[in-house]
């Protein structure tokens, strides 16, 4: 009687508690057998239903007809992964329905076609293809029920549109009134921004660009760099040589004064 209940429980830890070697075999079978079935399901669904070459069952006469001149290929700032885009824009409306300052309108973001990043899980559109033929519609609006507007993007992509149309999205350059700190601001004309960007700005007495941006070839550097650790060069010859041109001179790995500008254009990254 013992040893039937020394039994019995064995067989009750193997159901709900510590599982036997038969259930964990079960276990796996089953698995396998469901991932083979999901992949054979996914690929017949795209093989078979295809929503880009899907059976006709739009209604209607719109043919969401465009051309490969309406569309600008860019890309998309809206996170760190800046996806390439397809932009299709149009003429802005004339009249009351103007949009204030704006020569033209974002109708559709989408990603661009020709990029693996945008097309997956299809086979992005081949290189060679003319933007004519990839990037206009087929006019399958009409009977299809659908325009083929590009690649996928994710829906913080498609919210472009709004940045764009902002109401509040600053459209002319702002140059600083006052002192640094005082959230004055006054709108400048591109022409003047960028010559105060270059060359620096009398009205607010700050350097260009031109005074201190500095390039100095690599190999050059670390040549010297091998030879200030190897003594044959002093810190003092380095430093007369290179003073002007790196960032510091004690740290040779930040490179040449040029870098600072690819430091300012990704600092509006957060």
Request: overall charge negative; charged content about 25%; aromatic content about 6%.
């Amino acid at each position: 009687m013992e040893v039937q209940r020394k039994d019995e429980a064995q067989q009750g830890a193997g159901m709900f508690g510590t599982p036997s070697r038969r259930a964990v075999v079960g276990a796996g079978c089953a698995v396998a057998l469901g991932v083979v079935a999901t992949g054979t399901g996914l690929g017949a669904y795209m093989e078979n239903d295809d929503p880009l070459t899907d059976k006709p069952h739009g209604r209607g006469s719109a043919t969401g007809a465009y051309a490969a001149d309406d569309v600008i290929l860019s890309m998309c700032n809206n996170c760190n992964t800046y996806c390439t885009i397809k932009v299709r824009v149009a003429d802005a409306a004339d009249g009351a329905e103007a949009n204030e300052g704006a020569t033209a309108l974002v109708r559709k973001i989408a990603g661009n076609p020709y990029s693996p990043l945008n097309s997956q899980p299809y086979a992005p559109v081949p290189y060679e293809t003319r933007p004519e033929d990839a990037l206009s519609p087929d006019g399958g609006m009409a009977v299809a029920g659908r325009a083929t507007n590009g690649g996928m993007i994710c829906l913080k992509g498609q919210s472009g549109i709004q940045l764009a149309h902002d109401r509040f999205r600053i459209t002319k350059p702002l140059r600083r009134v006052g002192a640094r700190g005082g959230d004055e601001w006054e709108t400048v004309d591109w022409d003047t921004a960028l010559d105060e960007i270059v060359h620096g700005s009398p009205t607010l007495g700050t350097p260009g660009i031109a005074e201190w941006y500095a390039w100095a070839p690599k190999k050059q550097v670390e040549a010297d760099v091998t030879l200030v650790e190897s003594g044959a060069m002093t810190q003092g010859e380095f430093d007369a040589k290179w003073a002007d041109v790196l960032i510091d001179t004690k740290h040779p790995d930040l490179g040449p004064k040029s870098n600072v500008s690819d430091t300012f254009s990704s600092c509006d990254r957060t």
